[in-house]
T-cell receptor
Framework: DQQVKQNSPSLSVQEGRISILNCDYT??????FLWYKKYPAEGPTFLIS?????DKNEDGRFTVFLNKSAKHLSLHIVPSQPGDSAVYFC???????????????FGKGTKLTVNP | GAGVSQSPRYKVAKRGQDVALRCDPI?????LFWYQQALGQGPEFLTY????????KSGLPSDRFFAERPEGSVSTLKIQRTQQEDSAVYLC????????????????FGPGTRLTVT
């Protein structure tokens, strides 16, 4: 039973355009969400996060949106650059206040290709 | 650099051999995690330490898997009598832990150890 789902295995966009990566979750106890970027033969790199008390968090070209009622989050990259080409993982966690631990539950990832 | 380091980066083991994978977390990080990543999948949680205490080992797939962090810093994941299904990338991550507030949830990963069991 997958608690975090990334339904698009791949996405291709043109340089300069917007990339939108989507993620859905099923566990209503999740209250913290993160996006990681992964290059081949490297570990995941933390990109941006959002707490469930917010609906948007922005960091430079990266913005994460959270829709709690739909149990959906998305990562927007504007403008997309060829160096953004990587696999992006969505992850979620249930805090101690929710009876969880710090462990992260990951989706299967979306491979983003930004074409020059 | 001051990131998470893991060794070895690659390990080939014959079925039935024991292996030990090492993780050096970021200095000062209280929490340490092990994840297993199969090809084409996201990382899956194995176990979690807060300092030297193993608080959650619910993700360990069998009693052949054992992890320790005796002094609250370096951690070792040991797999006994390896099987072909153990072939995967083993990732270690660390974080500030509970004292870090919301920063607790931002985990920083090492490069992983790719284990191949033949």
């Amino acid at each position: 039973d997958q608690q975090v789902k990334q339904n698009s295995p791949s996405l291709s966009v043109q340089e300069g355009r917007i990339s939108i990566l989507n993620c859905d979750y099923t566990n209503s106890m999740f209250d913290y969400f993160l996006w990681y970027k992964k290059y081949p033969a490297e570990g995941p790199t933390f990109l941006i996060s959002i707490s469930s008390i917010k609906d948007k968090n922005e960091d430079g070209r990266f913005t994460v949106f959270l829709n709690k009622s739909a149990k959906h989050l998305s990562l927007h990259i504007v403008p997309s650059q060829p160096g953004d080409s990587a696999v992006y993982f969505c992850a979620a966690s249930a805090s101690f206040f929710q009876g969880g631990s710090e462990k992260l539950v990951f989706g299967k990832g979306t491979k983003l290709t930004v074409n020059p | 650099g001051a990131g998470v380091s893991q060794s070895p980066r690659y390990k080939v083991a014959k079925r039935g051999q024991d292996v030990a994978l090492r993780c050096d977390p970021i200095s000062g990080h209280v929490s340490l995690f092990w994840y297993q990543q199969a090809l084409g999948q996201g990382p899956e949680f194995l176990t979690y330490f807060q300092n030297e205490a193993q608080l959650d080992k619910s993700g360990l797939p069998s009693d052949r898997f054992f992890a320790e962090r005796p002094e609250g810093s370096v951690s070792t994941l040991k797999i006994q009598r390896t099987q072909q299904e153990d072939s995967a990338v083993y990732l270690c991550a660390s974080s500030f832990g509970g004292a870090g507030g919301l920063l607790s949830y931002e985990q920083y990963f090492g490069p992983g150890t790719r284990l191949t069991v033949t």
